[in-house]
């Protein structure tokens, strides 16, 4: 099995889903996030989902906002139970949880991703457990750019994956700056990315976080492929 791999909108177009589904569609590419990254985002992408052109892609999850503004958190999760339904998985900041009891109602839908460096949980295994002991159904979203630079040896990465493992619904790839911003992979983040790529298999979509120009994202896919080429090949 090839592994599918694909994009967030917000990644290919800030807060622009309309316009990032549009570059994924012409490209017949199979793996969509649909991308509400600052709450102010959620409710119009909520609300658009019927009129979007989602029916070419194999796999779709939604990222939830990564920071509470504008809404209350109970806003946020009742917002998002909308979407229970469409079986999507909803990605979601384990930092922007106070209340567990309302996350919990999303089921294993709700699926949880290691952060970078500037939050203060949810960077390690350790940090990871007493959340999914709380949501005990939730599954993880492994993001190998933020792992790297939590640890560049790719130690804490590999940790995750293994402990996790039964989990892992989903793969967000990027390279990630030490400004932990979000970018086009470099060789030496694709080096790094293949020590672990044998512990995600070619079955998990992978999801590109890499903020690039729409002219580079078959480069970019490319890149992703190499970075997986010890999962892709042991399938």
């Not at 229970?84 to 109602?105: A, G, M, T």
């Not at 590999?158 to 979000?182: C, I, T, Y």
């Not at 060789?187 to 020590?195: D, H, L, N, R």
């Amino acid at each position: 099995m090839s592994p599918r791999i694909g994009f967030s909108t917000g990644a290919l177009a800030y807060s622009d889903f309309r316009t990032g589904l549009r570059m994924l569609v012409e490209r017949n590419v199979p793996v969509v996030e649909l991308s509400a990254l600052r709450d102010r985002e959620l409710q119009p992408l909520v609300e658009s989902l019927d009129s979007l052109p989602l029916s070419g892609f194999s796999y779709i999850s939604f990222h939830a906002p990564s920071s509470l503004t504008h809404l209350r958190e109970i806003d946020v999760v009742t917002l998002l139970r909308s979407l229970i339904p469409r079986r999507w998985p909803i990605i979601v900041h384990p930092d922007i949880i106070s209340d567990f009891s309302l996350w919990s109602s999303l089921g294993s839908l709700l699926c949880i991703e290691n952060m970078d460096k500037r939050k203060p949980i949810g960077r390690t295994v350790a940090e990871l457990e007493p959340v999914f002991q709380k949501l005990p159904e939730a599954t993880f979203c492994f993001d190998i750019g933020h792992a790297r630079q939590i640890d560049p040896t790719m130690s804490e990465a590999s940790r995750l994956l293994k402990q996790f493992a039964n989990r892992l619904q989903e793969v967000h790839m990027s390279e990630v700056g030490s400004n932990s911003k979000h970018e086009g992979m470099s060789f030496t983040a694709v080096s790094a990315f293949q020590k672990v790529s044998h512990l995600i298999p070619a079955s998990v979509p992978i999801v590109l976080e890499s903020v690039i120009p729409e002219e580079k994202i078959e480069q970019e896919i490319r890149l992703a492929l190499s970075a997986l080429h010890k999962a892709a090949s042991a399938a």
